[in-house]
């Protein structure tokens, strides 16, 4: 029964544009108002806030981002205060303080445009996570050659790759296009 009225409860939100959804109790002829108990089904954490406009991707919630400067509901929960600050509002704006305007900015929304592209020092943190992986990487690659890795064999050195040239020098191997095309063998010396 309860998942039948959940499914009826979100059939209704669907059918219903976001941006013409009002909750307030003044609304223009073309918006929807919704009454409390469907308000509360359908958006049940939205709490005493007004829907205000469609947002960032039309739900209801509130982010702070400079993309999209209208979130579809107001930051803060309706108070007296408030309410009396907005009928305030509705008269002459000359009569507002300073810190009148200021609280209703902050009834609305959470940081201002300075405050979004304020530096957030996050850098620091990406810095370090970068900087201990590749420490710890260079310790492993050490770890590695030390322990895991056999020893390089003796055909590696340098002495052992000299002899290996002259045995074949003294060998004759690749007369035409090889090592032994090279060698001036009247001389003892390279061509």
């Given at each position: 029964?309860?998942?039948?009225?959940?499914?009826?409860?979100?059939?209704?939100?669907?059918?219903?544009?976001?941006?013409?959804?009002?909750?307030?109790?003044?609304?223009?002829?073309?918006?929807?108002?919704?009454?409390?108990?469907?308000?509360?089904?359908?958006?049940?954490?939205?709490?005493?806030?007004?829907?205000?406009?469609?947002?960032?991707?039309?739900?209801?919630?509130?982010?702070?981002?400079?993309?999209?400067?209208?979130?579809?509901?107001?930051?803060?929960?309706?108070?007296?205060?408030?309410?009396?600050?907005?009928?305030?509002?509705?008269?002459?704006?000359?009569?507002?303080?300073?810190?009148?305007?200021?609280?209703?900015?902050?009834?609305?929304f959470c940081q201002t445009?300075?405050?979004?592209?304020?530096?957030?020092?996050?850098?620091?943190?990406?810095?370090?996570?970068?900087?201990?992986?590749?420490?710890?990487?260079?310790?492993?690659?050490?770890?590695?050659?030390?322990?895991?890795?056999?020893?390089?064999?003796?055909?590696?050195?340098?002495?052992?790759?000299?002899?290996?040239?002259?045995?074949?020098?003294?060998?004759?191997?690749?007369?035409?296009?090889?090592?032994?095309?090279?060698?001036?063998?009247?001389?003892?010396?390279?061509?």
């Amino acid at each position: 029964m309860a998942g039948r009225q959940l499914a009826r409860t979100a059939i209704i939100a669907c059918r219903l544009p976001q941006r013409s959804i009002c909750t307030s109790t003044v609304c223009r002829s073309d918006q929807v108002q919704l009454d409390p108990q469907t308000r509360d089904k359908i958006y049940p954490k939205l709490g005493n806030r007004e829907i205000v406009g469609y947002g960032m991707n039309g739900t209801a919630h509130y982010i702070d981002h400079t993309d999209f400067p209208c979130p579809a509901i107001r930051f803060k929960e309706n108070t007296p205060e408030v309410l009396a600050l907005r009928e305030k509002e509705k008269g002459e704006w000359k009569a507002l303080t300073l810190e009148e305007k200021k609280e209703l900015y902050r009834a609305s929304f959470c940081q201002t445009y300075a405050e979004m592209n304020a530096p957030t020092g996050e850098w620091k943190s990406i810095t370090s996570i970068v900087l201990m992986g590749m420490f710890l990487t260079g310790w492993l690659l050490l770890w590695i050659k030390v322990y895991v890795y056999p020893d390089l064999p003796k055909t590696i050195n340098r002495e052992w790759q000299e002899s290996e040239v002259r045995r074949m020098i003294d060998m004759r191997a690749a007369p035409v296009e090889g090592v032994s095309s090279k060698w001036d063998y009247e001389k003892g010396e390279w061509k």
